[in-house]
């Protein structure tokens, strides 16, 4: 029987022989564990991250807040289009990394898209 982990990196695996970052358009990548939110965007082209943010950064989450809310992964969403869009690219491809699009992994691609981040 198989777990949950390796149930999510299964659907993870399918998803990715789907979605491709490019140079023009990178693929945003979210990871959620129990306590925190991440989120980074790659060029799968050349294998290199273009922005990255997450609830451990200083500033997006107080320091007595939990990393584990919805509001908290909205923040990180919005850091990491700020970060991209300084860096004069607009356009990205959602990976939810095996996640089902609902919760803290909508409120990551919410934030970026309230940001200016097109996908």
Excluded: C, W
């Excluded at 943010?53 to 807040?65: C, E, R, W």
């Excluded at 919805?70 to 969403?77: D, F, L």
């Amino acid at each position: 029987m198989s777990n949950r982990r390796e149930l999510r990196l299964r659907r993870h695996r399918r998803v990715r022989k789907k979605v491709n970052g490019t140079a023009g358009r990178p693929r945003l990548n979210v990871f959620r564990s129990s306590r925190h939110m991440y989120a980074q965007v790659i060029d799968d082209v050349r294998g290199h991250t273009l922005a990255s943010a997450s609830t451990l950064d200083p500033g997006i989450v107080p320091a007595d807040a939990s990393g584990a809310t919805v509001e908290a992964a909205r923040r990180v969403g919005e850091a990491v289009a700020r970060r991209l869009l300084q860096r004069g690219v607009a356009q990205v491809v959602f990976d939810r990394g095996g996640y089902v699009y609902h919760g803290r992994v909508a409120a990551v691609a919410e934030g970026a898209r309230a940001a200016g981040l097109q996908f």
